[in-house]
């Protein structure tokens, strides 16, 4: 779905490479996040997909489409794009309208995005402001605004620059299910993020970029559990990725992945009785990372449904 060659961009020819030898792809179905510091080049990136930016060398092409040689307005058709500012992206007069430009512009009839725009609004919790103006609403609704907008015209590629800008935990949650169900669906995601927890329940591949480049590529779960790679852009891993890599004595990387010896259950580590408090019963003997990581989920969302939270 996504094809990326040996891409570098400078905004000028005078101007210095802000991407220098980009080389990655996306499959139908896959979601995949960008993670990086401010000034990584994350969304200078994603403006290269639907053709707003065109390469200075190397290929983009998406769904098939060349972006050097295709029409903004024809990539569209396969393509939803939000932008990080919602402002950027919101100029009609009602949040009716704003749903349904999209539609309109790629030529749907009328029914098509009348019945289109009632379920994507009921989707993202906005029926009840459909004649009201986008820009008399909070930052998060005119987020949801123009999340709605994209995903109206059921794109086969979702291009999503901080989806959950200005959303709170209850609204992150929902928004990210209703990509996520999407995705599911075939379409295939990329999307920048800086809420790592976001990432790591929900991405399936990690793309960690540092100066315009990609400097790993791999499973969430790997990408994030390399804290040397993370921190060399300013991040830190997920904090249940963090309790299980400091059960493991803060090795962020070990041949068999096992917990044990003394910085593990039994040990004085530094996270030594945080996963029996997180998860209960006995640890004594070895267990991976992943394990550890999806026990700790486990009993976060236990908790949470109870209302104690962990």
Same mark, same amino acid.
């Given at each position: 779905?996504?094809?990326?060659?040996?891409?570098?961009?400078?905004?000028?020819?005078?101007?210095?490479?802000?991407?220098?030898?980009?080389?990655?792809?996306?499959?139908?179905?896959?979601?995949?996040?960008?993670?990086?510091?401010?000034?990584?080049?994350? !969304?200078?990136?994603? @403006? /290269?997909?639907?053709? %707003?930016?065109?390469?200075?060398?190397?290929?983009?092409? *998406?769904?098939? #489409? &060349?972006?050097?040689?295709?029409?903004?307005?024809?990539?569209?058709?396969?393509?939803?794009?939000?932008?990080?500012?919602?402002?950027?992206?919101?100029?009609?007069?009602?949040?009716?309208?704003?749903?349904?430009?999209?539609?309109?512009?790629?030529?749907?009839?009328?029914?098509?995005?009348?019945?289109?725009?009632?379920?994507?609004?009921?989707?993202?919790?906005?029926?009840?402001?459909?004649?009201?103006?986008?820009?008399?609403? !909070?930052?998060?609704? @005119? /987020?949801?605004?123009? %999340?709605?907008?994209?995903?109206?015209?059921?794109?086969? *590629?979702?291009? #999503? &620059?901080?989806?959950?800008?200005?959303?709170?935990?209850?609204?992150?949650?929902?928004?990210?299910?209703?990509?996520?169900?999407?995705?599911?669906?075939?379409?295939?995601?990329?999307?920048?993020?800086?809420?790592?927890?976001?990432?790591?329940?929900?991405?399936?591949?990690?793309?960690?970029?540092?100066?315009?480049?990609?400097?790993?590529?791999?499973?969430?779960?790997?990408?994030?559990?390399?804290?040397?790679?993370?921190?060399?852009?300013?991040?830190?891993?997920?904090?249940?990725?963090?309790?299980?890599?400091?059960?493991?004595?803060?090795?962020?990387?070990?041949? &068999?992945?096992?917990?044990?010896?003394?910085?593990?259950?039994?040990?004085?580590?530094?996270?030594?009785?945080?996963?029996?408090?997180?998860?209960?019963?006995?640890?004594?003997?070895?267990?991976?990372?992943?394990?550890?990581?999806?026990?700790?989920?486990?009993?976060?969302?236990?908790?949470?449904?109870?209302?104690?939270?962990?």
């Amino acid at each position: 779905m996504i094809e990326v060659e040996n891409l570098e961009f400078a905004y000028s020819p005078k101007e210095a490479m802000v991407l220098n030898g980009i080389s990655f792809h996306v499959d139908k179905g896959e979601m995949v996040a960008v993670i990086g510091q401010n000034g990584a080049g994350k !969304s200078t990136l994603l @403006r /290269q997909l639907n053709g %707003l930016s065109k390469p200075t060398k190397g290929r983009v092409t *998406v769904a098939g #489409l &060349d972006t050097r040689d295709t029409l903004v307005s024809a990539m569209a058709k396969h393509i939803g794009y939000l932008f990080q500012n919602p402002d950027h992206q919101i100029f009609c007069r009602t949040v009716e309208d704003e749903i349904g430009f999209g539609m309109k512009n790629i030529g749907m009839d009328a029914d098509t995005i009348k019945e289109r725009t009632e379920q994507t609004a009921s989707l993202l919790g906005l029926m009840g402001k459909m004649d009201a103006h986008p820009f008399n609403l !909070s930052r998060g609704e @005119r /987020q949801r605004v123009a %999340l709605a907008g994209v995903l109206a015209i059921e794109p086969d *590629v979702l291009v #999503l &620059d901080e989806p959950t800008t200005g959303q709170d935990y209850k609204e992150c949650i929902e928004i990210m299910e209703i990509v996520k169900d999407i995705n599911r669906k075939g379409a295939a995601v990329l999307m920048v993020s800086h809420d790592m927890e976001v990432v790591l329940d929900y991405a399936q591949r990690v793309l960690l970029m540092l100066d315009g480049r990609i400097i790993d590529d791999g499973r969430a779960r790997d990408v994030l559990r390399r804290r040397d790679a993370l921190e060399s852009t300013g991040l830190r891993p997920p904090q249940i990725i963090d309790v299980a890599l400091n059960l493991r004595g803060g090795d962020d990387g070990g041949d &068999d992945g096992c917990v044990g010896g003394s910085g593990g259950f039994n040990g004085a580590g530094p996270g030594q009785g945080v996963f029996s408090k997180a998860c209960g019963g006995d640890f004594s003997e070895a267990y991976d990372v992943d394990t550890m990581v999806e026990a700790i989920k486990w009993k976060k969302t236990s908790l949470n449904e109870d209302g104690r939270g962990l």
